[in-house]
């Protein structure tokens, strides 16, 4: 280190070796993303979709419809449910549930499912997103409502 | 008549901005024009008015005026002051004119306190803090009015959304927005440097506690919203990877990221283009999470109105700032002189390492979070969620949570590895035999086991940096570091002792029935209706015992409110040393039994302690830098300044 | 650094704002045709609302005479800001029915007395039924219903007073 012009270099080179570092992490980051997403991604159903060209047994999938009105029932477990999902083709899917069921599921009321078909081509889900209030559809259910509801009611509910 | 005084004080504070904008654009060319003069007291009062505004809003909301749309929509005279007043940020319109208040304030305590930059810095500093600030005047002026009246009072408010009703999530949007807007301060900085071209270790320590406060309320608010989606939402879960959740924590990775580049500047002069960059990243992030929030243009668990006109309100704003940012960095970055150069072997290359990975974890989340925009385009519908987040996320937060281990230890400008060798061995050491034991004690995921491992490790080396050191005489701004380290070693222990040992139990039983959860037993002794002001619930009266400890009482309930109708799930949690017991009651279904869903979470609360631990480390790193910052006013000397600065941390 | 590596980060910045702008644009805006236009409304009977008003059923849309139905609720403050309106409907002749939804009799007695009456009838809607069944997911929402029961028109979101004289124009068409 007593030679400044050797330091220099040397820090010339070093830093030459980081930018290479860095980039390399970052374009890295990049595809190994884009990959990622490729792969983990879940995509949006809907029961007319899943009839036509049902996904891969056991892959994740979102599923989202309307519960249909007097489907609903709960096996014998006591927390298993199992439902009805449809649209507006009234193409349906059946679903199986265990757990608490969210709060405002009804049926006749649109739902968001997490989950993954299993071999008897029954949905299998992890997790329910019912419509948090009267306001609120999921952006993915819009299509299957009228309209999205805008700014007509309730105060939807602020989260930052 | 108060709701006209409040608007009447936010067009008066709109238009001093314009005043600020075109005084600080005047000084550029001429620093002694009479305009010039006037930006310091037009930054001063414009605080002061949205201050203002804003206190006649929380009046509004303490007297429950039902003439004002704002409060019969958000409130109801019966409520608790507490959450009346809460009420006045509890929605979008009032969220905005907090949000304008916070940022007005910070431009008016520029004004007040910061002598430390050049003056034409400084005034471009203003400028632009008054041009960001005109864009949310605009904003909530033209299209969120909180003062809009009604065109007859109401009779009664609708009240605030039940699951709003909580003292910690009554004070999560403030404190996040306290930390948001403090990053437009560094925004302006950045800015106002990169027009004066006067980018160097002086603007780093001028920047640093703005950065370093705002970092501070960011992470109590992602540690307290966190807490809140964890108890309220009833699903066992603390982190969702929601888009409103990593509209959060996209600013807090660019804060992080800036406030140890900062670091470099202030004490090596390196990383200047670098520094820029993320001082309008960190608040570009800020801005972009805001508008993804608003606008509803993606999906999330959390409900709120989708507003296209508002979102596109914001998009507009956004292209325009920081739009303009980054054109002004493409611009500019390349003429401002190129800072030191250093070694990879030194602190600056640890801490280079640290801003590398954080930015890659930055660039995982936003494209993770934008990715559903991306496919909707092509009309292809998807939601993103942990399996992505979690692993790719990990292969960036792992290595770089190494670094933070020993990185601490390297001396600046230049060191050798050799010199570190056994710290170094220790905490690999330490990592490995956490390893072999988890492996040990049974099979879990491999990130689990990863977290637990380098979480012991980190914690052990975060204090080597005290080694051999007369505590007393430590720094403040280094026992800071030393906090907020072990804060994230802290945190991340729960994580994985959360994922990797929690246990779950879902059942239907009966009353007098019993159900084990990990070391609990379970007993539903009764189901109940009750009644609350606004809302009937069925309760279940639960006791649970710890082994085979004395039984405590748990009463989770499943809520119905009126008006607006709406349920909720009220869980319970029993809290120990060691974990927490998470229980939630469900429906009864048809044969009498009633669904209850258990959680035994070992560790669990460590998350949050740690981001406290975290924020008490910013907390007492900025003391340190204020102090010393008043101690070396007087002494001019740079030279001492950066002497100190290696030598402190 | 070279000086184009400055530039990437705008051009990254700039494709996010463009995709964006594209999704913003693509969202239904608030004037879309209803898919329910033109369908009629499915079989329903709803109870009173509250005691001075009979309730509502399917035969009260098809009695020959095109209604405007109001979907509202007492504790909305939209629909305290249209009430003025659908009284000034009233007084120019529309017959206004009113679908209250997940509402208590004493609160609908409470709103109707200060904010004024517009209806001529209020059915009780207490687990949105009705409101669902037409494709409405808001409140307030106005419909247009032809004497057969057949929906002409969905109004979204409060009545204002421009909207009036539209309204007032589509019950006549509906009446032909």
């Not at chain 1, 270099?9 to 190994?32: N, P, S, W």
């Not at chain 2, 004004?111 to 803090?129: C, F, H, I, N």
């Not at chain 3, 979907?71 to 009284?87: Q, T």
Request: with cysteine; aromatic share 10%.
């Amino acid at each position: 280190m007593t030679d400044p012009k050797s330091y220099a270099m040397k820090a010339k080179h070093q830093r030459l070796i980081l930018v290479v570092v860095a980039l390399a992490a970052i374009i890295g980051a990049g595809f190994l993303a884009a990959y990622a997403l490729q792969s983990e991604a879940n995509y949006f159903y809907e029961p007319g979709q899943i009839a036509a060209d049902p996904p891969e047994v056991g892959q994740a999938i979102r599923l989202g419809g309307m519960v249909q009105e007097g489907s609903l029932n709960t096996l014998e477990d006591g927390i298993t449910v199992a439902f009805v999902v449809t649209d507006k083709e009234s193409a349906t899917v059946d679903v199986r549930y265990t757990g608490i069921l969210p709060d405002l599921f009804v049926e006749g009321s649109g739902v968001v499912a997490d989950g993954r078909m299993d071999e008897e081509g029954v949905f299998i889900a992890d997790e329910l997103l019912a419509k948090h209030d009267e306001n609120y559809v999921p952006r993915e259910l819009q299509d299957m409502d009228q309209h999205a509801p805008d700014k007509t009611l309730i105060p939807a509910e602020q989260t930052t | 008549m108060i709701a006209e005084l409040g608007l009447a004080a936010l067009w008066i504070a709109a238009a001093l901005a314009v005043l600020q904008l075109v005084g600080g654009a005047v000084a550029q060319r001429d620093p002694e024009s009479d305009l010039a003069k006037l930006v310091r007291p037009a930054a001063i009062i414009q605080g002061v008015l949205a201050a203002f505004s804003f206190v006649m809003l929380l009046y509004l909301f303490a007297v429950t005026d039902l003439s004002v749309k704002l409060v019969a929509t958000n409130s109801h005279s019966d409520k608790p002051m507490i959450f009346k007043l809460a009420g006045a940020w509890g929605n979008h319109e009032g969220s905005m004119l907090l949000w304008i208040t916070v940022m007005a304030m910070a431009g008016g305590l520029i004004g007040l306190v910061e002598r430390r930059l050049p003056e034409k810095t400084m005034m471009a500093t203003l400028a632009a803090q008054a041009f960001v600030a005109m864009g949310f005047y605009a904003f909530i002026l033209l299209s969120s009015n909180p003062f809009e009246r009604l065109p007859q009072p109401a009779i009664e408010g609708m009240g605030l959304n039940p699951l709003l009703q909580d003292i910690g999530l009554a004070f999560h949007p403030p404190t996040l927005y306290f930390g948001y807007v403090g990053l437009s301060v560094a925004f302006s900085f950045a800015v106002g440097a990169l027009l004066t071209r006067k980018v160097g270790p002086d603007f780093a320590r001028a920047m640093r506690p703005w950065v370093l406060g705002a970092w501070i309320f960011l992470t109590l608010g992602i540690t307290a919203g966190s807490y809140w989606a964890y108890y309220e939402l009833g699903w066992g879960g603390w982190w969702f990877w929601d888009p409103v959740e990593n509209a959060s924590l996209m600013p807090w990775l660019a804060a992080t990221a800036l406030l140890h580049s900062v670091s470099v500047l202030a004490a090596r002069d390196a990383l200047r283009a670098w520094t820029i960059m993320l001082g309008v990243v960190a608040f570009s992030m800020s801005m972009l999470g805001t508008f993804l929030v608003r606008s509803g243009i993606l999906t999330s668990v959390h409900a709120f109105a989708v507003d296209p006109e508002r979102g596109s309100f914001i998009l507009v704003l956004l292209a325009l700032y920081i739009g303009g940012a980054l054109l002004l960095f493409a611009l500019r970055a390349g003429t401002v002189a190129e800072g030191e150069r250093f070694a990879i072997a030194s602190r600056e290359g640890a801490l280079v390492f640290n801003n590398v990975m954080l930015s890659a974890i930055l660039g995982i989340v936003l494209l993770g979070t934008l990715y559903p925009l991306l496919t909707e385009a092509f009309d292809v519908r998807v939601s993103v969620g942990p399996p992505y987040f979690n692993p790719v996320g990990a292969i960036f937060v792992i290595p770089m949570l190494m670094v933070m281990a020993v990185g601490p230890l390297l001396r600046w400008r230049n060191d050798n590895f050799h010199r570190v060798k056994l710290p170094m061995a220790m905490v690999a050491g330490i990592m490995l035999a956490v390893l072999a034991l988890v492996l040990v004690l049974g099979s879990y995921g491999w990130l689990p086991m990863l977290g637990l491992a380098v979480s012991i490790g980190l914690a052990i080396g975060s204090f080597l940096p005290l080694r051999g050191r007369n505590l007393l005489r430590v720094p403040t701004a280094t026992w800071g570091m030393v906090i907020a380290h072990f804060g994230i070693a802290v945190a991340l222990f729960g994580m994985a002792s959360e994922s990797a040992f929690s246990e779950e139990r879902l059942a239907a039983v009966e009353v007098g029935d019993s159900t084990q959860v990990g070391p609990w037993t379970v007993v539903l002794d009764q189901v109940a209706p009750v009644a609350g002001p606004n809302w009937t619930a069925i309760e279940g009266r639960l006791s649970a015992q710890y082994g085979d400890g004395a039984a405590i009482d748990l009463r989770p309930q499943s809520r119905n409110f009126w008006a607006p109708p709406q349920e909720t799930t009220e869980s319970t949690l029993a809290t120990r040393w060691n974990g927490q017991l998470y229980a939630v009651i469900g429906n009864q279904a048809s044969d009498g039994r009633w669904q209850l869903r258990l959680w035994w979470k070992p560790f669990v609360t460590l998350i949050w302690y740690g981001g406290i631990l975290v924020a008490l480390g910013g907390l007492l790193a900025l003391i340190g830098r204020l102090r010393t910052d008043l101690k070396r006013r007087s002494a001019k000397s740079r030279n001492a300044e950066r002497k100190l600065e290696e030598a402190e941390v | 650094m070279t000086r184009w590596t400055f530039w990437i980060p705008l051009g990254l910045f700039a494709a996010f704002c463009g995709l964006a702008a594209y999704q913003l644009t693509q969202p239904k805006d608030e004037f879309i045709a209803s898919t329910m236009i033109g369908k009629p409304v499915p079989d329903f009977a709803l109870r009173p609302a509250h005691d001075e008003r009979p309730g509502l059923t399917i035969a009260n849309l098809r009695d020959g005479k095109p209604k405007l139905l109001n979907i509202w609720a007492s504790w909305c403050v939209p629909c305290i800001a249209e009430a003025p309106y659908l009284e000034a409907l009233r007084a120019q002749g529309a017959e206004v029915v009113g679908v209250a939804i997940r509402d208590r009799p004493a609160d609908v007695s409470r709103f109707l007395a200060t904010y004024g009456n517009p209806y001529s009838r209020i059915g009780a809607d207490d687990l949105s039924e009705v409101q669902l069944s037409i494709g409405s997911s808001g409140v307030p929402e106005t419909f247009v219903v032809d004497g057969n029961g057949i929906i002409t028109y969905q109004h979204i979101g409060d009545v204002r007073a421009e909207h009036v004289p539209m309204l007032l124009q589509a019950l006549a068409e509906a009446g032909q």
